[in-house]
Every structure is written in C-alpha cells, then in structure tokens.
C-alpha cells in the first residue's frame, strides 16, 4: 500500500522558518524524484521544488529560490523542505509527490497547512 505522509506545517510569522517533512513508503522510494507542491486558496497547484532521485539534482520555483531547500534520505524515505525567510505569500497548503515514472503514476500525500501570519 502506498503511504505519502506530510508532517511538519503550522503558523509561523514572517520572516521565520519551518521544516516539512515527508515519509513515503510502498513504492521503490529510491527511483522516483520527490517533489513538494502548494496551493494557495483560490489559485492552482503548483511546483514548489523538485529533487531527483539519487539527490543530485534540485529544482525550485522562482518564488522560492535562495529561500527553500529541497533534500531527500534514501535510507529513510524521506524528503524535507526547509523553509526560510518565510513570507505571507507563502501561506498554503503543502504537497509531497512521488512522481510517476515510466508507465507508473505519481503518488500525492494529503497536504499540510503552511501559514504565514503576525
């Protein structure tokens, strides 16, 4: 049975940090790339960051660069997104994916609410 978890949102105010977490299992962890996405009300999903399966290669959005940082264990099934210098805009709900490879499709996890308030 496939699993995609999501831990670690909550309320943080501008400026601050927070860490997501996400545990994956049921799936050969190590062959698919990871990636986390958000949405914010009333907007579409959309690609946060992205990091290949070996860990090598990292992607993230405009929005985010120099801010997130993407890093996944292999050992753990796991995939982090740290998140600083948090802005409002950053509020949304966060998504961890498995992404589909071959002919096989991608796994969601259930999200996790990020908010950004004073």
């Known amino acids: 049975q496939v699993q995609v978890k999501e831990s670690g949102g909550g309320l943080v105010q501008p400026g601050g940090s927070l860490k997501l977490s996400c545990a994956a299992s049921g799936f050969i962890f190590n062959m698919r790339a990871m990636s986390w996405y958000r949405q914010a009300p009333g907007k579409e999903r959309e690609l946060v960051a992205s990091?290949?399966?070996?860990?090598?290669?990292?992607n993230y959005a405009d929005s985010v660069k120099g801010r997130f940082t993407i890093s996944r264990d292999n050992a753990k099934n796991t995939v982090e997104l740290q998140m600083d210098s948090l802005k409002p805009e950053d509020t949304a709900v966060y998504y961890c994916k498995a992404e589909g490879r071959l002919s096989r499709p991608g796994y969601w996890g259930q999200g996790t609410q990020v908010t950004v308030s004073s």
């Open positions: 990091i290949a399966s070996a860990g090598g290669s990292t």
